[in-house]
C-alpha cells in the first residue's frame, strides 16, 4: 500500500501545437485571399487580351479576299441570277471573353470582322466547278484547306469548301446549297482588340458598307 503525497502528471503543454494550427490557418486564409482578389484572379476573370489590330484594315483584306474568290467563280461561269438586295453585309463579329471563369461574357474592346455575300443561281455541276476554281485560287496564295462536303440528294443539301489563311487567321466559306441554288461567300477575320483611341472603339457593333465584290 503507498502511503505518502502521488504528484499527479501534468498534462502535456499544448499552447505551441495550437499556435501552428492557427497560423497555418491564418496563412491558408491569406493564400486563398490573394488568389482570389489578387492578379490570379483578375487574370481569371478578365481572361487573356486579344492582339491589337485594326479593323478598317481587317475590312479592307476581307474584301480583297473577295474580289479574287468573286473572279474565280466568275471564271467557272457567270451566275445565272443577281444576288438579291442584302445579300453583301459587312459588319464586326462579337468577340467572347477569353477567360477561365464566365466565358460567356462579351470582350467589348475587341471585333472579328466578317464580309458575307452571295452568288446566284447555279445547278450542282456548276457550283462544284466554282468551288474547284475558287479553291485553287485561295491555295495558290498560301490557304490552308479545312473541311469539305458534298451531300446533294433529292433536291435538299448542299456542297461547301472551308480554307484559312495561316498568316493573317482569316477563313473563307463556301457554301452551295438547295433549293435556292445560292452560293454564299463568308470571309471572317479572327477578334482582336481595336487599339485605343480608334474611333471603332466604342464598344458597339460597326458596319461598313461594302465595295466588293460587288455594290450593294
Known amino acids: 500500500m503507498r502511503t505518502g503525497i502521488q504528484r499527479q502528471r501534468r498534462p502535456r503543454p499544448r499552447t505551441a501545437a495550437v499556435a501552428a494550427v492557427l497560423a497555418a490557418l491564418v496563412l491558408g486564409a491569406a ?3 490573394a488568389l482570389t482578389t489578387g492578379p490570379v484572379a483578375d487574370r481569371l476573370w478578365r481572361g487573356r487580351p486579344y492582339p491589337a ?6 475590312a ?3 474584301q480583297d479576299r473577295s474580289r479574287r474568290v468573286h473572279a474565280d467563280l466568275r471564271a467557272a461561269g457567270p451566275a445565272a441570277t443577281p444576288p438579291a438586295p442584302g445579300d453583301n453585309t459587312l459588319r464586326s463579329t462579337r468577340c467572347p471573353v477569353r477567360a477561365a471563369v ?3 461574357r462579351t470582350d ?4 472579328g470582322v466578317r464580309h458575307i455575300w452571295a452568288y446566284g443561281g447555279m445547278d450542282g455541276a456548276a457550283a462544284r466547278e466554282s468551288l474547284r476554281r475558287a479553291g485553287e ?6 490557304w490552308e484547306a479545312g473541311f469539305a462536303y458534298d451531300d ?7 456542297v461547301g469548301a472551308r480554307y484559312e489563311d495561316p498568316d493573317t487567321g482569316d477563313v473563307v466559306s463556301l457554301q452551295w446549297s438547295l433549293p435556292a441554288g445560292l452560293l454564299r461567300v463568308d470571309a471572317e477575320s479572327p477578334c482582336r482588340k481595336v487599339p485605343g483611341g480608334h474611333p471603332k472603339a466604342t464598344g458597339k457593333p460597326v ?3 461594302p465595295a466588293a465584290p460587288f455594290r450593294p
Do not use: K
Request: aromatic share 2%; charged share 30%.
Open 31 to 33: 493564400g486563398t485571399l
Open 53 to 58: 489590330a485594326d479593323p478598317d484594315t481587317a
Open 60 to 62: 479592307e483584306r476581307l
Open 102 to 104: 464566365s466565358t460567356e
Open 108 to 111: 467589348r474592346s475587341a471585333v
Open 137 to 142: 485560287g485561295l491555295r495558290a496564295d498560301g
Open 152 to 158: 446533294e440528294a433529292g433536291g435538299r443539301g448542299g
Open 207 to 209: 458596319e461598313w458598307t
